[in-house]
């Protein structure tokens, strides 16, 4: 392909959503990226119909993102899975209702949005939070079980499915451990398309770095973030994207993957990003951030070393056990 499959996240309250999606400007850019939209389905109300059936009518790919509400944890994990089903099927309700027509399904891969308002608050609280289900094994198997059998009856709704997922999920999958999982309430699902979550504004100044590393595992990639969201203050570097930077992060992911997620639309609008990201030049080589690929790199397999430990404990215990007996012989001798 000369150039990506866009796709843009909105995440939006009502009233605003409405505000940017009445301007007719907006919907020409769109078409002219041959751009898609992931919405966030903050509620269920007659204005946001009314939005997917604007784009469905000027032919804007519409993918339902499905998110919760804040006091059920915000995004799908393991300490919501009923609250999960019950939202798919209210939103199947409401789609069928409105006429609604969604090019996909997104499920959103995150730790509970209750766990980040407790790291605001204290950071040993927030941690003791996520630890305390870390050694819960039954919790990550039978959470994950019903996770996938969601993603399955949506399947069989005739919708494609799609996982937002953090990136972690790729090292503790090469690891064969669930301790991440657990830890952090995230499920390691089969999809129909996997989106690594690769924002590098949380992780300046290697964020570049960080993107390229985890690209050659990515099926599509999400970069960002160009502004708006979830208020992370606090708790992460919140900075949105320059232009320099979002150029950057496109170039880099398109030389990995022909589907590019980003966060977001409204980021994008503020900034005035779309007639720049149209006038882009796909087939420019980007400059490789080696080094500190090489450096997250260098984290990534210490990471993957300390799941794998985990998942098999019994491998450094018999180590040692052997070593403690070595060193006993010789002491003999």
């Known amino acids: 392909m000369d150039k990506p499959v866009l796709t843009f996240f909105c995440e939006l309250e009502t009233e605003p959503l409405v505000a940017l999606f009445a301007s007719p400007d907006l919907l020409t850019q769109l078409k002219d990226l041959g751009a898609g939209i992931s919405l966030g389905i903050l509620d269920l109300s007659s204005e946001r119909a009314a939005v997917v059936q ?71 609280q927030g941690y003791w939070y996520l630890a305390r289900q870390a050694f819960n094994r039954e919790r990550g198997e039978s959470g994950r079980r019903a996770y996938q059998f969601l993603v399955n009856r949506i399947r069989r709704d005739g919708y494609r499915v799609e996982s937002y997922q953090i990136p972690l999920v790729v090292d503790e999958r090469r690891a064969g451990s669930s301790l991440l999982q657990r830890l952090l309430g995230i499920v390691d699902l089969e999809v129909d398309r996997e ?30 973030s160009t502004g708006g969201g979830v208020n992370l203050e606090g708790v992460a570097n919140t900075r949105p994207l320059s232009w320099a930077e979002l150029q950057r992060d496109l170039l880099l992911a398109f030389q990995h993957t022909d589907f590019i997620y980003i966060f977001s639309l409204e980021g994008c609008v503020q900034q005035n990003f779309l007639p720049l990201i149209r006038d882009l030049d796909w087939q420019q080589r980007p400059h490789l951030p080696i080094q500190t690929a090489r450096q997250i790199e260098r984290w990534r397999q210490l990471a993957r070393l300390g799941l794998w430990m985990f998942a098999h404990p019994w491998v450094p215990a018999i180590a040692l056990l052997v070593l403690l007996r070595m060193i006993s012989r010789n002491r003999r001798k």
């Not at 999960?84 to 309700?93: I, S």
């Not at 690594?196 to 970069?223: K, T």
């Open 54 to 124: 604007r784009l469905n009518r000027e032919g804007i790919p519409v993918h339902a993102w499905l998110l919760l509400p804040k006091e059920q944890g915000y995004w799908f994990n393991l300490d919501n899975i009923t609250q999960a089903y019950e939202r798919y099927e209210q939103f199947k309700t409401w789609s069928r209702d409105n006429n609604l027509r969604w090019e996909a399904i997104g499920l959103d891969i995150e730790p509970d949005i209750r766990a980040i308002e407790y790291l605001r608050q204290s950071r040993w």
């Open 195 to 224: 989106v690594l979550m690769l924002y590098s504004s949380f992780i300046r100044p290697v964020g570049d770095g960080y993107l390229w590393a985890y690209a050659f595992d990515a099926q599509a990639i999400g970069v960002g």
